[in-house]
């Protein structure tokens, strides 16, 4: 199971900056405990909703070949509490970005006001023990279930496309992997074609 804490861009600007939204729901578990009679969002969501937005923007624009992690928090600062029926608009903006990382500065907001801002600082990290959460498939979901392609601009100005990489990846292991897929409906025009599930063959 993956958490989602950002529910959807509104914006996406490749290279630039990421605008996304986090409506808070009394329905979400873990708000009954946190704290029981005064719901309240935990911080450390409103950072992890922030990272999200922040790391996609990265990972994108690197067309996913980096692993992108959550290296630190150089300072973070809240002036609101996040309430069930708050809507918040995160926004990350790409400060820099090298062979080694990237830093990326963020912000909430609540009914326009500033409620939170931070400094996130992002790793590349190469290492095979990780690959399993960084399938090109994931990363294909989750950039079009938020609305990434749906808002996103490229560099250029034309629309936001998904690497052409990562839809050859995706194809592959359909094709490699048909029983593990063929639960799996494409997407997008484009995309893997379904695999043959029935178990008959042609004779």
Known sequence: MRWYWIDRFIEFESGRYAKAVKNISLAEDYL???FPAYPVLPKTLVIEGLAQTGGLLVSEHNAFLEKVVLAKIPF?????????GDRLVYLARLESISRDGAIVSATSHKDGQLQAEMEIVFAHFNSSQIDSLYEPESFLRMMRMLG????????????????????????????????QNCHRQPARPGDAEVPNCSGTGSN
């Open 32 to 34: 009954h405990d946190h």
């Open 148 to 179: 990434a392609y749906d808002v996103g601009h490229a560099a250029d100005g034309g629309p936001l496309l998904p690497p052409a990489r990562l839809l050859q990846a995706v194809a592959a292991d359909h094709a490699q992997n048909p029983a």
């Open 76 to 84: 973070a600062r809240f002036y609101a509490e996040a309430l069930p």
